[in-house]
């Protein structure tokens, strides 16, 4: 099999089941184990697909934003574990912006007990935050059905009266050439100015968004300290370290 032909059976395959190990493609192709990994890189560097540990996914489209509900039971003990390590970064009398997402959420039970001020654009952590006994504050706002993140203009010229210690944003997308991302244009700008506005700043997310860029860039990668886990490619964990500060938690 020539190396095109091998490597379109590759995406074909990718298309039938979005993500195929490399032993799955040794096997329909006939091909070595190295063979395989030399095509795999070569299709990534092409953007035609996104290497994981030991195989490979499709690249996500850059509209592509799944709702809360689907997001909620993915990677939930790594979510947790990254909100856990996020959390140690908060000291007594912070005034932080915390950012709507399944992960940020999951950093509100670390929060029990903290002096601490919080606002958040995030209609599922107003009611968490309460129950926690922490000061809140919400931006107020159009809705999004999807995410339940508060948009729009009224959200802005709120989020522009604060100052803020610290912001924990979420991402969608976190690549080397295009920094951090997300797929709405309206959560972009309310990421953009909370980073903006705060004395340091924390992107907390999964494994499952590197090497990946979505439609709207909200900040480079110098903006902010990077908290995530080690199912990253250790590589390219690598390459990223010379652009951001990374922190890595055990998953």
Do not use: W
């Not at 953007?47 to 990677?75: F, Q, V, W």
């Not at 009611?127 to 802005?156: M, N, Q, W």
């Not at 992107?203 to 439609?215: C, N, P, Y």
């Not at 480079?220 to 390459?239: G, N, P």
Request: charged share 30%; net charge negative; proline share 2%.
């Amino acid at each position: 099999m020539l190396t095109v032909e091998r490597q379109e059976r590759i995406i074909s395959l990718l298309k039938d089941r979005s993500i195929i190990k490399i032993q799955d493609i040794v096997e329909v192709t006939g091909a070595s184990e190295s063979t395989i990994r030399r095509d795999l890189t070569e299709l990534e560097l092409a953007k035609r697909l996104k290497r994981i540990h030991g195989g490979a996914t499709l690249l996500k489209r850059k509209l592509d934003e799944p709702s809360m509900a689907e997001k909620t039971i993915k990677n939930s003990h790594e979510k947790q574990r990254i909100a856990q390590k996020a959390a140690e970064f908060v000291e007594e009398g912070d005034c932080i912006f915390l950012d709507a997402g399944t992960t940020t959420f999951e950093l509100i039970s670390y929060l029990k007990g903290k002096n601490i001020v919080v606002v958040t654009n995030g209609l599922m952590n107003t009611s968490e935050l309460i129950e926690a006994e922490i000061e809140t504050h919400v931006l107020g706002g159009y809705v999004k059905p999807g995410t339940r993140a508060f948009v729009g203009p009224s959200a802005v010229r709120t989020l522009e009266t604060f100052r803020f210690d610290k912001a924990f944003v979420g991402a969608n997308g976190i690549s080397m050439d295009d920094g951090c991302t997300t797929p709405d244009s309206q959560e972009a700008f309310i990421k953009e100015l909370a980073i903006k506005f705060s004395r340091e700043s924390f992107i907390l997310t999964d494994h499952t968004k590197f090497g990946e860029t979505s439609f709207s860039k909200f900040a480079d990668l110098h903006e902010a300290t990077v908290i995530t886990s080690q199912l990253v490619d250790q590589e390219y964990l690598r390459k990223l370290s010379a652009k951001t500060i990374i922190e890595v938690v055990q998953a």
